[in-house]
């Protein structure tokens, strides 16, 4: 049994993909997963990189851009999920197959079975497998050596964390799209006092784009302090 489709503006944000995404010095990286989203043949890839460095944004851009060409499409965020063998099992090996953080299998016999089954199904359906991992692929102690030679030979993609200037430019990138404009004295005052997480920090911004229109009032030190204890509302209904 395959993943359900759903439509698409009930499955993923629309700020998760691709242009949304702040390469930072991730553009190889990117390129590699977009590639591996909407070209057939494309090398299959692993991305790699620490906490909040943006796995899961380019994982689902890449099943958000692989359903833009109208190919199926299926994320499984193995992590979070009760029952990781039945999880894998169900997946098709058909179009893009975006699997994150793989290293929740590692030490689970029957799951690392049934990924390694997923793989060679992707391979004999065409499919086009995206994994994700917080370490490399050989450091996660994945116990069965064919699994382990097939993640190893999938092109790496890694990917760095950005630096707080380049957190700054993606906050004015993504208040510029929304009309709303952040001058340096707010962008320091939002700096020092709420989490640096790219998507966090995207969570904010639209919070306070809906509370500055709701309120018809521009973005400053001031009207942050109010919003943000509850005195503006961030509804504009």
């Known amino acids: 049994m395959t993943t359900p489709q759903i439509p698409?503006?009930?499955?993923?944000?629309l700020r998760q993909r691709f242009e949304y995404f702040q390469?930072?010095?991730?553009?190889?990286?990117?390129?590699?997963i977009r590639?591996?989203?909407?070209?057939?043949?494309a090398d299959w890839v692993v991305v790699c990189?620490?906490?909040r460095s943006?796995?899961?944004?380019?994982?689902i851009a890449a099943c958000q851009a692989a359903i833009a060409l109208r190919e199926p499409a299926q994320y499984l965020p193995l992590k979070h999920l009760p029952d990781l063998t039945a999880a894998l099992r169900g997946m098709s090996g058909t179009g893009v197959l975006a699997l994150d953080d793989i290293d929740a299998v590692a030490g689970h016999k029957d799951a690392e079975?049934?990924?390694?089954?997923?793989?060679n199904r992707g391979r004999a359906q065409g499919g086009r497998l995206l994994f994700s991992t917080p370490r490399l692929p050989s450091q996660l102690g994945i116990e069965l050596p064919d699994?382990?030679?097939?993640?190893?030979?999938?092109?790496?993609?890694?990917?760095?964390?950005?630096?707080?200037e380049q957190r700054r430019d993606m906050l004015r990138r993504q208040?510029?799209?929304?009309?709303?404009?952040?001058?340096?004295?707010?962008?320091?005052?939002?700096?020092?006092?709420?989490?640096?997480?790219p998507g966090d920090l995207i969570e904010l911004v639209e919070r306070i784009d809906r509370a500055s229109l709701a309120a018809r009032r521009k973005v400053t030190i001031p009207f942050l302090r109010t919003m943000l204890t509850g005195q503006v509302t961030d509804s504009a209904g």
Not at 23 to 32: E, F, K, Q, R
Not at 152 to 157: D, I, K, P
Request: net charge neutral.
């Open 54 to 59: 943006g796995r899961t944004h380019l994982l």
């Open 23 to 32: 390469p930072g010095d991730n553009a190889a990286s990117i390129d590699l």
């Open 49 to 51: 990189g620490p906490a």
């Open 147 to 164: 699994l382990r030679s097939r993640l190893g030979a999938c092109t790496l993609a890694v990917l760095r964390p950005l630096d707080d």
């Open 175 to 197: 208040a510029a799209r929304r009309g709303v404009e952040l001058d340096d004295g707010v962008l320091d005052w939002l700096f020092s006092r709420f989490s640096r997480d």
């Open 8 to 13: 698409l503006q009930l499955r993923w944000p």
């Open 35 to 41: 590639a591996a989203a909407t070209r057939p043949g």
């Open 113 to 119: 079975i049934a990924l390694f089954d997923l793989y």
